[in-house]
């Protein structure tokens, strides 16, 4: 499983472009241009993040000489694609045919230039060198130590298929429809116009029939397919696939395979292709990869992909905000955010406050109708009483939509100073809004950690009003110490003074649990109880969460509590935690009902 993530996180740092509409995305480099520029370099026919160097000159791919070349310039090539480091020059290795020509010969770097086209080399085209000198790199991939990108994941929904029907195909017995695959070499015609490289893949129309979108109807003799560099190289697998249901996925192919699934119907490829795609989540800090990933996942129609990207997003919210991807955002992208119930926030009055900021960021590029729209996604009844009370001052639009916020504080008011069976007798009022309902709140005083430490004390951070995440430390294991929080019965201002405590707990073995006379299926164990009677407080439900931080950095699971345990259904976490190094921290959620 390790290995796995290490290849994913590898895999990221390939820029995949696939044709059409479809997102195109990496790690490093966010250019959703697909035009290329004067100087601009590529790896070519390899794995993952290694391939023959080639750099854009007038309007055309060319290679590069490896007379000379040493790890300097391989640095150079590396960081230019954005990549963290250089592994290793490859000589002598072939990477396929290259049609260009040799642009640079007696390339000399001092490893420290950001473009190979600033390091001394003969002039444009200048060389004594033939296409079997054409050199290659290696780079480094961020959090990664394997070497390999041929690893592979299997994918078997053969049932009862006999291995014949690959061998059919292989063959190519009796095939009668043809599908020519064309790829864009990335240079240009004499007339300005792309070229083009031509292949044929000879199928059979009773096998491609099943999925429509071939068109493989009787009247119909092949079509012709349009697709990237990167995918040219796995379609005929995906076609086999068709054949066996049955394919060995490497994570350097593994968004040509969704994408191409997604483009000819093929749904149960496309849904365990689409599964990877969260394993890889949590490895962008700058939060491109999880944007352009729902974006691409909106595009294909990927629907599973959409939920795990934007429960991701929900999650981790704040350290989104504060990322170089948050001003990238689109309209619709947050204001699905905003409906959501799991995001993960301080408090509503910080949420406020955030996309009244993200819309002063967007300026007049948002119509004054998508910033109500998104405003009204805010749920002013959780903010805060003595936020509310100093919102109209403090805001920067309140004067712009001064109508929708007045209706929303009236709204909030009621609701911090009447009792919920009050206002059930205003007509407009709607138990089931969502307005009402609370999100995942972690500032004072409905928050709290317990961070595992080396010297096997529990240490405890009050969780700070807008500090999202505390210090992780190291650890051996959590000390069976308890902590106890106290927090108002609700966050309407009428149970202000009315305070309940709870107890929290993580368990290392079952003594502990014993100890506690509860019963634990697995550890650690994580325990949020009351220590007082709720029966008093039969209008508010607590629907309590843990969450389950990784290294202090990104929340990658969040749970439930039933019977005062956190309960985790699938026993699997959502996104990756190397080394199960994680912290817990409990947030209290009270909720009319």
Avoid at 49 to 58: K, P, S, T
Wanted: glycine residues 6%; negative net charge.
């Amino acid at each position: 499983m390790l290995v796995h993530r290490n290849l994913l996180a590898l895999w990221l740092l390939l820029l995949l472009h696939v044709s059409g509409s479809a997102a195109r995305f990496n790690l490093f480099a966010h250019k959703k241009n697909p035009v290329p520029r004067e100087g601009d370099v590529r790896l070519f026919g390899g794995g993952v993040a290694d391939g023959r160097v080639e750099v854009y000159h007038e309007g055309q791919w060319g290679t590069v000489c490896d007379d000379g070349w040493d790890l300097a310039e391989a640095r150079v090539v590396c960081r230019q694609l954005r990549f963290p480091g250089a592994r290793s020059v490859v000589i002598g290795k072939d990477y396929g045919t290259a049609p260009g020509p040799i642009w640079l010969d007696d390339l000399k770097c001092q490893g420290t230039e950001n473009y190979v086209s600033t390091c001394a080399f003969k002039s444009w085209g200048t060389t004594d060198c033939s296409h079997k000198e054409d050199v290659g790199v290696i780079c480094e991939s961020s959090g990664s130590n394997a070497t390999d990108g041929n690893s592979t994941y299997s994918l078997d929904h053969s049932i009862s298929l006999s291995d014949e029907r690959g061998q059919i195909f292989d063959s190519g017995s009796g095939c009668d429809f043809s599908i020519s695959v064309m790829t864009a070499t990335g240079n240009t015609e004499e007339d300005g116009t792309p070229e083009m490289a031509s292949t044929t893949v000879c199928a059979h129309k009773a096998i491609l029939s099943q999925f429509p979108l071939f068109n493989a109807s009787e009247g119909t003799a092949g079509i012709t397919v349009d697709i990237s560099p990167a995918c040219q190289p796995n379609f005929s697998s995906f076609i086999r696939y068709i054949y066996t249901r049955k394919m060995e996925v490497t994570y350097s192919s593994v968004q040509c395979l969704h994408w191409l699934a997604s483009k000819f119907g093929v749904k149960q490829l496309m849904e365990d292709t689409g599964r990877l795609f969260t394993q890889i989540l949590p490895e962008d800090a700058s939060f491109h990869t999880q944007v352009s990933l729902y974006e691409y996942a909106v595009e294909t129609g990927d629907i599973v992909l959409q939920e795990n990207c934007i429960q991701y997003l929900a999650w981790n919210y704040q350290n989104l905000t504060s990322s170089p991807a948050w001003t990238q955002l689109s309209v619709q992208l947050l204001g699905a955010l905003l409906l959501r119930s799991d995001l993960v926030v301080p408090d509503e009055y910080f949420l406020l406050w955030n996309v009244e900021s993200w819309i002063r960021e967007k300026g007049a590029s948002i119509s004054s109708e998508a910033q109500v729209d998104l405003l009204k996604r805010i749920r002013f009844p959780m903010i805060p009483a003595e936020e509310l009370y100093n919102l109209e001052p403090n805001s920067s639009l309140y004067a712009t939509h001064e109508a929708m916020y007045q209706k929303n504080l009236l709204k909030a008011f009621q609701f911090n100073v009447l009792l919920f069976s009050n206002l059930k007798s205003n007509p407009k009022f709607d138990k089931d809004d969502d307005d009402y309902r609370p999100r995942i709140y972690t500032a004072e005083p409905w928050s709290t950690t317990m961070t595992r430490t080396q010297n096997r004390r529990m240490h405890y951070n009050q969780y700070d009003r807008y500090n999202q995440y505390n210090q992780y430390n190291q650890f051996n294991q959590y000390n069976p110490s308890s902590k106890v929080i106290t927090t108002p019965v609700h966050n309407s201002l009428i149970f202000k003074n009315n305070k309940i405590q709870w107890e929290a707990n993580v368990f290392n073995n079952q003594q502990e649990c014993s100890n506690r006379g509860v019963r634990c299926e697995s550890f650690p164990s994580a325990r949020l109880a009351p220590q007082s009677s709720l029966t008093e407080w039969r209008h508010i439900l607590f629907r309590n969460r843990l969450l389950l931080m990784c290294q202090g950095t990104y929340i990658f699971q969040v749970q439930d509590f039933k019977n005062n345990m956190a309960v985790n259904g699938s026993r699997v976490p959502a996104y990756p935690c190397p080394d199960d190094q994680y912290t817990h921290q409990f947030v209290v959620r009270p909720e009319y009902v």
